[in-house]
């Protein structure tokens, strides 16, 4: 089945590490993705990684992924007040490639 | 030059009503979705389009119908309107089986 769990709540202080956590169930996903959600807005893409890749790093974030365990992470340094958001993971799951998400995690960033 | 948009951003209405939600991407992309999120910031999939034919339909009620005029639009008609009919539904769409890029969201509010 479907399922991608996530922690709800990660609370940070400003320039901290911030790390996020996300385990899936779909062996078959090709990609899985991180996407942003600031309050009232829409989704951002923030990145990919391609299940043959272990590490993707872009600028302030680095995605983790072990295969294996079917673990994805998101690591943001230097974390800013700005990076306050609800982050979401997500797999590629089916054919018909649907984006299967996960629960969320509110990141909060205190000065 | 928004990729993904849709109107209304905002939607009040009664219970029993019909309403449209449209949507538009100018990205030449072949599929189109369209996604719920609840009050607890949970997301899930509930149509997508593959170059005007539906090709995932994940049993939501048959009161809401997807209407894809051309492969650039994807609108959503939902019928009799109920109070857990409320949420946030967002369109996205990608290139076939690629990245996904999402709207801005349409709060859709049942009274």
């Known amino acids: 089945g479907e399922d991608v769990e996530q922690s709800l709540f990660l609370s940070v202080r400003e320039g901290d590490s911030s790390v996020i956590n996300c385990t899936y169930t779909?062996?078959?996903?090709?990609?899985l993705y991180w996407y942003k959600q600031e309050p009232g807005a829409g989704l951002q893409l923030l990145t990919y990684?391609?299940?043959?890749?272990d590490m993707k790093q872009d600028q302030r974030l680095t995605v983790l992924l072990n295969k294996k365990d079917k673990h994805l992470s998101l690591r943001i340094a230097d974390t800013q007040t700005g990076d306050s958001a609800i982050y979401f993971c997500a797999e590629i799951s089916g054919g018909f490639q649907k984006l299967v998400f996960g629960t969320g995690t509110r990141l909060l960033v205190s000065p | 030059d928004t990729a993904v948009s849709q109107t209304p951003k905002y939607l009040v209405t009664q219970m029993g009503n019909d309403k449209s939600i449209k949507c538009e991407q100018n990205?030449?992309?072949?599929?189109m979705y369209w996604y719920k999120q609840d009050s607890k910031k949970f997301l899930k999939i509930m149509f997508s389009?593959?170059?005007?034919?539906?090709?995932i339909n994940e049993t939501v009620p048959n009161r809401f119908s997807p209407k894809s005029p051309d492969k650039a639009h994807l609108n959503l008609h939902i019928n009799s309107l109920e109070l857990g009919d409320s949420a946030v539904y967002f369109c996205?769409?990608?290139?076939?089986?690629?990245?996904?890029?999402f709207g801005p969201g349409t709060r859709l509010t049942v009274l």
């Open positions: 389009y593959n170059n005007k034919e539906l090709i």
């Open positions: 990684i391609f299940s043959n890749m």
């Open positions: 779909d062996s078959s996903s090709t990609y």
């Open positions: 990205l030449g992309h072949d599929t």
């Open positions: 996205a769409s990608s290139p076939q089986g690629d990245t996904q890029y």
